[in-house]
């Protein structure tokens, strides 16, 4: 793959569980940061739901402030469902980005929508819980980038259980 950076934003997220799935999504697509604010997932943590031990591979980390975060070749993009947002299917992602998620039980607030360089949505019908949405987008990252896959990634991937192969 070629250089980049991606790194994921939680508001405030509320289950420990969705966190875990959104630090397995972080190891499994590549991105080099998860950071969080409010207090729920900090007083959650100790539950231990990073399955695949990401958090000993990447930046796991609490801020007061994601627009602290932006660099100038940093894009802030904002992933929700909100009127006027682009559909991920035509968005453009920048090489280096940091994507902020709001909590599942609530919305982004106002003024990091008003700094991003971009907000997308997942087109549903409905909404997906936290874990999915990021597992999505950064699937769709990958997916667009000029990437080559082989054998090899399977046999480094995929679960010691699994040895099936297509005949």
Do not use: W
Not at 24 to 46: P, T, W
Not at 72 to 81: I, M
């Amino acid at each position: 793959m070629s250089k980049s950076f991606a790194a994921i934003g939680l508001v405030n997220p509320k289950s420990p569980t969705n966190v875990g799935g959104v630090l397995r999504a972080a190891g499994c697509y590549e991105a080099q940061a998860v950071y969080f604010n409010g207090n729920r997932y900090a007083k959650a943590a100790k539950y231990h739901t990073d399955t695949k031990n990401i958090a000993n591979n990447i930046t796991v980390k609490h801020v007061d402030d994601f627009i602290s975060l932006k660099a100038p070749s940093r894009a802030l993009v904002c992933v929700e469902l909100v009127e006027g947002a682009t559909p991920l299917p035509q968005f453009v992602h920048p090489s280096d980005a940091l994507y902020i998620f709001g909590p599942e039980d609530g919305s982004l607030p106002q003024e990091l929508v008003d700094a991003a360089d971009a907000v997308v949505y997942v087109p549903t019908t409905g909404c997906m819980n936290l874990a999915a949405t990021v597992n999505v987008l950064l699937y769709d990252r990958m997916a667009k980038r000029s990437v080559e896959f082989n054998a090899e990634q399977i046999l480094t991937s995929r679960d010691t259980n699994n040895r099936l192969i297509v005949t």
